[in-house]
């Protein structure tokens, strides 16, 4: 399986969520807005790419080095990332949100460079490695908010939605079920 490294490293931007959010003094509704702009911005124009052949092509040529086949129909994983970290700040205080948005960050693109790259047992696209790499590197977030019995709790959490969530989903459920459970055991 080939990994799109750049599109990884557009998983870092979630580092960046995490590092504005908690050293910018922003209220987390304001933390939340800012967020909910930023995915109206993208819906925007995901409904634009997809009424459009113009705008398509120009999606296509501007954002190629971050983009998959899954990228160019439906809504753009970008849309459901940001969305998800701006749930994750909307529905739970810093700590946990931070945590669920790290998972995401650090999580899912460890999950598809060490599953893509090790060989090892998969059921479906999931690799054992991939999924253990992604515990590995959501525990290791969490573990800035989080006593380790709690963090471990999260990145196991963040692996096991990473799993089991679609390729586009993952997204959504990751800082959203990783917040929660970081929430609920604090």
Not at 48 to 60: C, I, Y
Not at 79 to 96: D, I
Request: proline share 5%; net charge positive; charged share 10%.
């Amino acid at each position: 399986m080939a990994v799109h490294y750049s599109r990884k490293l557009f998983h870092a931007t979630g580092v960046v969520i995490v590092l504005v959010y908690r050293l910018v003094p922003l209220s987390r509704p304001v933390a939340a807005g800012i967020l909910a702009g930023i995915v109206v911005a993208w819906g925007a124009l995901d409904l634009l790419r997809a009424r459009s052949p113009e705008v398509q092509a120009w999606f296509g040529k501007w954002f190629r080095a971050i983009l998959d086949k899954k990228d160019m129909h439906g809504w753009n994983s970008s849309t459901l990332y940001f969305a998800g970290c701006a749930a994750a700040v909307a529905l739970f205080p810093a700590a946990p949100a931070c945590g669920g948005i790290l998972a995401l960050a650090l999580g899912d693109p460890s999950a598809a460079i060490v599953g893509g790259s090790v060989r090892s047992p998969r059921r479906g696209k999931v690799s054992v490695a991939g999924t253990l790499a992604c515990f590995v590197a959501a525990t290791g977030g969490a573990l800035f908010f989080f006593p380790w019995p709690v963090a471990v709790a999260g990145g196991a959490a963040a692996a096991g939605l990473e799993a089991l969530s679609g390729a586009k989903a993952d997204n959504l459920s990751i800082p959203i079920g990783t917040a929660l459970v970081l929430f609920l055991l604090t």
